[in-house]
């Protein structure tokens, strides 16, 4: 009896047909999958040897970079203002000591230039940051800074040193003032990212500010700026490191210049324009703080006596004005920098203290301070 089996033969025949198929798919997906590996692996090999994280020393590009940014935007228009109002930065670096470890003057160009104040040659940690920087030079040596910075005040000088007085003499403070500015950042991050730039932010406050007192004639009379004396009394020449106001003596600011002008005036009843002449003075102080008493003061050249005696600070808050009510009374007098004030005389040329403009407002008053 013969057994039974399977037709091998024919089943065989087709699977090696069919063998050869997936053989030949398979040789083809492999050279494929293969060329695909390759690249992988060059491709991983190319990144881990131009990677920074695996090859920073000496690696053009892979470098950290340390930059300190500028922003000046602590004005009224609550626009950057940096690059167009200062020129010199002065910046002290501290350790957590409180310890001086870096200090740097540079002019706002080179700033720029380099997106920001270069510290590539400050070694990478936290610091506490201190800034005095000024504007268009108005007048030399408007300041002096305390503190021993460079090589000497290494490792010595104390962040506490480092303060500012305004230049005087004789308690007078007889020019305009170059634009003063101070920033401050506590715990500065600057440690290293290799191929990256690391930048901190130091904001600043202008600490100077620029007054134009207007005398104007109630009757259109010409009036001769030499017949008046115009100063602003304050203690508020000398600043602490942290731009707070230290104890100072009372600074008297004279006006730097006095010269005639012209203003248009509005006839009553016809609504024609006239120009009538006005007397001028511009003013320059330091930084107004409240809860100082400020005086702006105005005397009679020829006898002496006083005509306007106004508490400048609480005045110029009367115009902080509705939109403004949120800022805190400090951050107004912090942003503001220009206050113009126009006062009216009467024919004995003493101040009518019932109304005064300031920057456009008119004030009426009630009462006056004399």
């Given at each position: 009896?013969?057994?039974?089996?399977?037709?091998?033969?024919?089943?065989?025949?087709?699977?090696?047909?069919?063998?050869?198929?997936?053989?030949?798919?398979?040789?083809?997906?492999?050279?494929?999958?293969?060329?695909?590996?390759?690249?992988?692996?060059?491709?991983?090999?190319?990144?881990?040897?131009?990677?920074?994280?695996?090859?920073?020393?000496?690696?053009?590009?892979?470098?950290?970079?340390?930059?300190?940014?500028?922003?000046?935007?602590?004005?009224?228009?609550?626009?950057?203002?940096?690059?167009?109002?200062?020129?010199?930065?002065?910046?002290?670096?501290?350790?957590?000591?409180?310890?001086?470890?870096?200090?740097?003057?540079?002019?706002?160009?080179?700033?720029?230039?380099?997106?920001?104040?270069?510290?590539?040659?400050?070694?990478?940690?936290?610091?506490?940051?201190?800034?005095?920087?000024?504007?268009?030079?108005?007048?030399?040596?408007?300041?002096?800074?305390?503190?021993?910075?460079?090589?000497?005040?290494?490792?010595?000088?104390?962040?506490?040193?480092?303060?500012?007085?305004?230049?005087?003499?004789?308690?007078?403070?007889?020019?305009?003032?170059?634009?003063?500015?101070?920033?401050?950042?506590?715990?500065?991050?600057?440690?290293?990212?290799?191929?990256?730039?690391?930048?901190?932010?130091?904001?600043?406050?202008?600490?100077?500010?620029?007054?134009?007192?207007?005398l104007q004639h109630l009757s259109g009379n010409n009036l001769n700026p030499d017949d008046f004396d115009f100063v602003i009394?304050?203690?508020?020449?000398?600043?602490?490191?942290?731009?707070?106001?230290?104890?100072?003596?009372?600074?008297?600011?004279?006006?730097?210049?006095?010269?005639?002008?012209?203003?248009?005036?509005?006839?009553?009843?016809?609504?024609?324009?006239?120009?009538?002449?006005?007397?001028?003075?511009?003013?320059?102080?330091?930084?107004?703080?409240?809860?100082?008493?400020?005086?702006?003061?105005?005397?009679?050249?020829?006898?002496?006596?006083?005509?306007?005696?106004?508490?400048?600070?609480?005045?110029?808050?009367?115009?902080?004005?509705?939109?403004?009510?949120?800022?805190?009374?400090?951050?107004?007098?912090?942003?503001?920098?220009?206050?113009?004030?126009?006062?009216?005389?009467?024919?004995?040329?003493?101040?009518?203290?019932?109304?005064?403009?300031?920057?456009?407002?008119?004030?009426?008053?009630?009462?006056?301070?004399?």
């Amino acid at each position: 009896m013969c057994a039974w089996s399977a037709p091998k033969w024919h089943f065989t025949h087709k699977f090696k047909f069919l063998n050869k198929d997936i053989k030949m798919k398979m040789l083809s997906s492999v050279n494929q999958y293969n060329k695909l590996l390759l690249n992988v692996v060059l491709l991983l090999l190319s990144l881990a040897f131009t990677s920074c994280n695996y090859w920073h020393d000496d690696q053009q590009g892979c470098e950290a970079h340390l930059r300190l940014q500028l922003v000046y935007d602590m004005n009224m228009k609550f626009a950057d203002a940096f690059a167009h109002e200062v020129k010199t930065v002065r910046l002290h670096a501290f350790n957590l000591a409180g310890k001086l470890v870096y200090s740097k003057i540079e002019p706002v160009d080179r700033i720029l230039a380099d997106g920001g104040m270069n510290l590539d040659d400050l070694t990478p940690g936290t610091y506490d940051l201190q800034v005095w920087a000024e504007g268009d030079l108005r007048h030399e040596e408007s300041y002096i800074y305390k503190g021993v910075d460079g090589e000497e005040g290494i490792g010595k000088s104390d962040i506490r040193d480092f303060k500012t007085l305004v230049n005087r003499e004789d308690k007078k403070v007889n020019h305009d003032l170059t634009p003063l500015f101070h920033g401050m950042v506590k715990n500065a991050d600057l440690t290293a990212v290799y191929g990256q730039i690391k930048t901190v932010t130091a904001r600043l406050t202008k600490d100077t500010n620029h007054f134009k007192v207007v005398l104007q004639h109630l009757s259109g009379n010409n009036l001769n700026p030499d017949d008046f004396d115009f100063v602003i009394t304050d203690s508020n020449g000398y600043l602490d490191y942290d731009n707070s106001l230290l104890a100072d003596d009372e600074l008297i600011y004279p006006a730097w210049s006095k010269y005639a002008g012209k203003a248009g005036v509005t006839s009553s009843g016809a609504g024609e324009q006239t120009s009538v002449s006005v007397a001028v003075a511009e003013l320059s102080t330091s930084r107004l703080v409240k809860g100082h008493d400020m005086r702006l003061r105005v005397y009679n050249h020829s006898t002496g006596k006083s005509i306007i005696n106004i508490p400048l600070i609480d005045y110029a808050l009367l115009v902080k004005g509705n939109y403004n009510k949120a800022m805190s009374d400090q951050e107004y007098l912090d942003r503001q920098d220009t206050y113009d004030l126009v006062f009216f005389l009467d024919d004995e040329k003493k101040w009518l203290a019932t109304s005064i403009y300031i920057n456009s407002w008119r004030v009426v008053l009630s009462h006056a301070d004399m």
